[in-house]
């Protein structure tokens, strides 16, 4: 306990924090009410990214050691839901800002050049924490992402692009999963007998559907080949690898492996907590396309057609961001690869013993 007593204003630094919304057009002579509505907003966006890049932090400390802790996953999982909570948040304040009408922030929006919210710098730490990658970003006027910050800015968001980001750490966690080959028994080739099993009974359907026309039929037969070819790369490393130059694939062969086993078999008690990871990645990854998605309907209403404060093509520009925004797109295409529970390999009893609950009545 403190010796001295703590005073509620001066402990949340309340005499700072609202006095730091400094309107441009009070400066310019002439006061425009929803410009204090316009800074607070991203006022608390810059807050909530701090608090997103305090969880990341954390959870990547987790994921950085070798072997992961596993009395640790269960804050990951915390860290995580918390961070998902947040991103619910971000989307609402959209709706806090668009009651402001298109009118209203032009009475203001010149005082704004060049200032954007592309020089958000915590949000680009964000991307770049979760494992965005430069190439995976759309140049602005021809210039990289980090020609809009000024010099500490910049080194800042550019040193952070070589450190380790949570996908590469996932990446690493995933292919030390432990493999199911247990004497004889090789899971990945009972799997794949499975999966061809299924494919074969889905084509059959197709093929004796009556009510598809012979185009259709054609067209839709041609995809099972297509949809072949992608299992056939989770069996063969050498086609993963080719799916991965193409950019079809991020993640190693071996990640991706282990990541579609936990997905399968996410119902054994080892491998919830892992797949609770799995889940809230992808939350996370849909939660900022959400919001870019938000954000460039609210400036499509904002501002039409017309440039964006830094310079940018405005929505349009946002929306092709969001586009090529995801991070963990290979978890979300695992579910190309399910089967049901009932067509799942059977785990020999010595592996499946190893995934219940130590202690059972």
Do not use: C
Request: hydrophobic content about 40%.
């Amino acid at each position: 306990m403190s010796q001295d007593p703590i005073y509620y204003s001066d402990y949340l630094q309340l005499g700072k924090l609202l006095d730091s919304q400094h309107l441009e057009s009070t400066k310019a002579g002439e006061t425009v009410h929803d410009e204090m509505l316009f800074i607070i907003v991203h006022q608390a966006y810059e807050l909530w990214f701090k608090q997103i890049l305090w969880e990341l932090d954390d959870v990547l400390g987790i994921f950085s050691q070798n072997p992961v802790p596993e009395r640790f996953m269960g804050r990951v999982v915390a860290r995580l839901r918390r961070i998902v909570e947040i991103q619910d948040i971000l989307i609402k304040q959209v709706a806090v800002l668009e009651t402001m009408t298109p009118i209203d922030f032009l009475d203001f929006r010149d005082y704004l050049f060049p200032a954007s919210g592309f020089q958000s710098a915590q949000f680009r730490l964000v991307e770049n924490r979760l494992g965005m990658r430069p190439e995976d970003r759309l140049l602005l006027e021809g210039a990289p992402y980090t020609e809009r910050f000024d010099t500490d800015d910049k080194a800042a968001v550019v040193a952070s692009e070589s450190d380790p980001s949570l996908f590469d750490l996932i990446e690493q966690w995933l292919e030390r999963t432990p493999f199911l080959e247990s004497g004889e028994y090789r899971f990945w080739e009972e799997f794949e007998s499975a999966v061809r099993s299924r494919l074969e009974r889905d084509r059959i359907v197709v093929a004796e559907n009556p009510n598809l026309t012979t185009a259709e039929r054609k067209a839709q037969l041609g995809e099972f080949k297509t949809t072949m070819r992608q299992y056939e790369a989770i069996f063969d490393a050498d086609k993963h690898a080719a799916m991965t130059r193409r950019g079809e694939r991020r993640f190693s062969y071996g990640a991706f492996q282990s990541a579609l086993f936990i997905t399968l078999y996410q119902d054994l008690p080892a491998l919830q907590e892992p797949n609770r990871v799995i889940e809230l990645l992808m939350d996370i990854d849909e939660g900022f396309t959400a919001w870019r998605h938000r954000h460039a309907q609210m400036a499509q209403r904002m501002i039409g057609r017309r440039i964006g404060t830094g310079g940018s093509a405005g929505a349009k520009y946002l929306e092709k961001s969001a586009e090529r925004s995801r991070v963990f797109a290979d978890l979300f295409n695992l579910a190309t690869f399910l089967v049901p529970n009932a067509e799942r390999p059977e785990l020999p009893e010595a592996v499946a013993e190893t995934m219940r609950f130590r202690y059972q009545v």
